[in-house]
């Protein structure tokens, strides 16, 4: 199984948006806190549709 675009991308904004959030909840800034919280999850949505993709290509190979 290859790795594609949206899924390194959709990985690295989850994490980039986890350390955001954790590091605004050590310092007590919610806005930080907050605009971690929203990277994290589209992040995640990113990922989500890189496995979507993913799995629909391995689909049509098996085919």
């Known amino acids: 199984m290859s790795i594609n675009k949206d899924q390194v991308q959709g990985r690295a904004e989850e994490i980039h948006g986890k350390v955001k959030e954790v590091t605004g909840k050590v310092l007590g800034d919610k806005n ?3 605009k ?3 990277q994290k999850n589209i992040g995640a949505v990113q990922a989500s549709v890189g496995d979507a993709q993913a799995s ?3 689909a049509i190979k098996k085919s």
């Open 56 to 58: 629909i290509e391995k």
């Open 36 to 38: 971690g919280s929203i």
């Open 32 to 34: 930080l806190e907050l």
